[in-house]
């Protein structure tokens, strides 16, 4: 189970760098076409516009009069406490694709919205506000999707794909 965490709007720093994977692996050698071993600190996440070919594995839709969370799983609440969210992580003892459904709602209301992520490998998400929820979708060990999900306007308000493929590699 993921745990939420409380975050401020100036702790999420996001960048715009588009490189495609030539540039990344001309960037990698030297002019002998021996690999260069990056420095530690030069290693970044680069992010690029959100490939639409992922779209249909997200799926933000209200279900408030048609299911609710399993009562069994424990509320994330909001800073405020006024609302909350749910994770129901799938089975992953058995085979893929899984699907990971994330729920939100209001002790006010009896709105309920849940977020179905589809063959992904991991998810984590944090609360930045009362009504915005900052979350990584993770396709593969190197390769993600960050969202900002907007819970009064019922929409994603971000959506950019990002790289980690720096971080894998050998430094010193």
């Known amino acids: 189970m993921f745990k939420f965490t409380v975050l401020s709007l ?9 490189a ?39 799926n933000w839709q209200s279900v408030s009069h048609s299911e609710n969370p399993p009562a069994t799983l424990k509320k994330q609440r ?15 003892t058995k085979p893929g694709p899984w699907t990971t459904e994330i729920y939100f709602g209001s002790d006010a209301n009896a709105e309920v919205w849940k977020l179905s992520l589809i063959d992904n490998t991991e998810t ?14 993770w396709w593969g060990r190197i390769y993600a999707t960050d969202v900002i999900l907007d ?22």
């Open 10 to 18: 100036g702790a999420i720093l996001l960048s715009n760098g588009v």
């Open 151 to 172: 819970l009064d306007n019922h929409k994603l308000i971000y959506r950019e794909m990002a790289n980690y493929g720096d971080m894998v590699q050998p430094c010193d």
């Open 124 to 137: 984590n998400f944090n609360w930045l506000s009362e009504k915005l929820v900052f979350g990584s979708i």
């Open 78 to 92: 909001s800073p405020q406490d006024t609302r909350w969210s749910v994770t129901v992580e799938p089975d992953r």
């Open 20 to 58: 495609s994977m030539q540039a990344q692996q001309a960037a990698a050698q030297d002019r002998s076409g021996d690999p260069i071993t990056l420095k530690c600190r030069q290693r970044i996440v680069r992010y690029s516009r959100f490939d639409e070919a992922y779209s249909k594995r997200i």
